[in-house]
C-alpha cells in the first residue's frame, strides 16, 4: 500500500546514546517532514526537506540531524539523546498547498 | 512557532450528536487543512481549504473558514462512536516556508 514507512516503531535509549528514525515514502513526493508530538504542545517541525539534496531547520531543530538520502528516503538522528527528547516522532511527506501530508504510523521513543 | 489554536481542548458528545471545533490562527495564511487523529496512530487529512473559499463539505464534515477573523470550524455531523479521535488544524502560509504548522488539537470523545 502506498504511504510513509517508518521505522523503529518503538525505541528506548539510554541518556547519551545515539540513534536513527528511517523514514521512506513511495508517493513520488518532494517534500518530506519530520515532526515530534508531546503530550498538550501538538506537533512541532523539526525540519524538512523541500527536495531531494535540500534540508532545512523547523521549530525545533536542536539535538537532531537529518539526512536526505534520495527522493524516497528522509532520516532524522540523534547524536546524544537526552531525556527531553521523549517524543512520538512522526514523519510526513506531501505538500502543504495541494493534498495535505500523509503521515507515517510514528516512532514512539523513550530516553532513560 | 505554532500557528493554530484549537477550542475546545476536549469535547464530548453522543452519538447521534454534532460536534463542532474551532481552530484559531495568527497570520495570513494560503490554506488551512484538518486531521484527525486516533489513539496511537499516525495523522490522516480530512480536509482542505483554500483562504478564498469560505465553505467545504466532504462527506459528514463541513468547514468555513473566515479570513478576516483568522478562524477556522470544523462540524462533524451524527457523530459516531468511531470519531472518537484528536483533530487539528494546520496551516501554511507566506511564512511557513514549506511546512504545516498544527495547532494542539481538540480531543473528541463519541459515546454510544
Known amino acids: 500500500n502506498a504511504g510513509v514507512t517508518q521505522t523503529p516503531k518503538f525505541q528506548v535509549l539510554k541518556t547519551g546514546q545515539s540513534m536513527t528514525l528511517q523514514c521512506a515514502q513511495d508517493?513520488?513526493?518532494?517534500?518530506m517532514y519530520w515532526y515530534r508530538q508531546d503530550p498538550g504542545m501538538g506537533l512541532r517541525l523539526i525540519y524538512y526537506s523541500a527536495s531531494e539534496g535540500t534540508t532545512d531547520k523547523g521549530e525545533v531543530p536542536n539535538g537532531y540531524n537529518v539526512s536526505r538520502l534520495n527522493k524516497r528516503e528522509f532520516s532524522l538522528r540523534l547524536e546524544s539523546a537526552a531525556p527531553s527528547q521523549t517524543s512520538v516522532y512522526f514523519c510526513?511527506?506531501?505538500?502543504?498547498?495541494?493534498?495535505?501530508?500523509?503521515f507515517g504510523s510514528g516512532t514512539r521513543l523513550t530516553v532513560v | 512557532s505554532q500557528q493554530g489554536e484549537e477550542d475546545p481542548q476536549a469535547l464530548s458528545i453522543q452519538e447521534g450528536e454534532n460536534a463542532t471545533m474551532n481552530c484559531s490562527y495568527k497570520?495570513?495564511?494560503?490554506?488551512l487543512q484538518w486531521y484527525r487523529q486516533n489513539s496511537g496512530r499516525g495523522l490522516v487529512h480530512l480536509i482542505l481549504?483554500?483562504?478564498?473559499?469560505r465553505e467545504k463539505h466532504s462527506g459528514r464534515l463541513r468547514v468555513t473558514l473566515d479570513t478576516s477573523k483568522k478562524s477556522s470550524s470544523l462540524l462533524i455531523t451524527a457523530s459516531r462512536a468511531a470519531d472518537t479521535a484528536s483533530y487539528f488544524c494546520?496551516?501554511?502560509?507566506?511564512?511557513?516556508?514549506?511546512?504545516?504548522?498544527f495547532g494542539k488539537g481538540t480531543s473528541l470523545l463519541v459515546t454510544p
Open positions: 497570520t495570513s495564511i494560503n490554506n
Open positions: 510526513a511527506s506531501g505538500i502543504a498547498t495541494n493534498y495535505g501530508y500523509t
Open positions: 508517493m513520488n513526493h518532494n517534500s
Open positions: 494546520a496551516t501554511d502560509g507566506p511564512n511557513s516556508g514549506y511546512a504545516l504548522n
Open positions: 481549504i483554500r483562504s478564498n473559499e
